[in-house]
C-alpha cells in the first residue's frame, strides 16, 4: 500500500519460497516421514511429506496423511515435480528410495538372454556354412597396373 510519501511498503511472505526464481532454494527430493504427534492425536497411523533440497535441509512439511492414501500422495508428487522419493528413517536419515536422473527414474537392469551352457554355438541356419578364411600364402601382385587383367 502506499504510504504517506508515495512509497510501496512490502511485507515478506511467512511461506518458502522454492523454486527457480533468484533467491529462491531449490526443493530435490520429497521424503515421506512418520508424524508421531499426529498419529498420537488421531490414535491412528499419521505420515508427513517433507520437501527437502540437496544438503537434505527441510523445505516445507506438507499435511498429516492416511496411511491408506500417503504413498499415493507420495509418488504423485514426486512424479509430477521430478523429486527423488526419499524415507526418514527412524534415526532421522534420509534414505533414497530410488534412483533417479533428474525426471527419469532408473530401473532395475533385466537381461534379456539366458546364459545357457550351449550359447556358445553357432545357430542352426548358420551351422552348415563355414566362415571365409584367408590363404596360408595370399598371392601378392607387384609391378603389374592393374589387378585384373584386360584382353
Not at 504510504?3 to 531449490?26: C, K, M, N, Q, Y
Not at 535441509?57 to 499435511?63: D, F, I, Q, S, V
Not at 532408473?106 to 578364411?133: D, M, N, S
Amino acid at each position: 500500500m502506499p504510504g504517506a510519501a508515495g512509497t510501496l511498503h512490502l511485507t515478506a511472505s511467512p511461506l518458502p519460497v522454492i523454486g527457480r526464481i533468484p533467491g529462491a532454494r531449490r526443493a530435490t527430493g520429497i521424503a515421506l516421514a512418520y508424524a508421531v504427534e499426529e498419529a498420537e492425536m488421531a490414535g491412528a497411523d499419521r505420515f508427513s511429506l517433507i520437501v527437502v533440497d540437496a544438503e537434505g535441509e527441510e523445505l516445507h512439511r506438507l499435511g498429516s496423511f492416511d496411511e491408506d492414501d500417503v504413498v499415493a500422495i507420495w509418488r504423485d508428487i514426486a512424479l509430477r515435480a521430478g523429486l527423488v522419493r526419499m524415507i526418514v528413517r527412524e534415526d532421522g536419515v534420509l534414505m533414497p528410495v530410488t534412483e533417479q536422473i533428474g525426471r527419469l527414474i532408473l530401473g532395475r537392469v533385466r537381461i534379456r538372454r539366458r546364459h545357457a551352457g550351449l550359447g556358445g554355438r553357432r545357430p542352426r541356419f548358420l551351422a552348415r556354412r563355414k566362415t571365409g578364411r584367408l590363404p596360408a600364402r595370399p598371392q601378392i601382385h607387384r609391378g603389374e597396373n592393374e589387378i585384373i587383367a584386360r584382353t
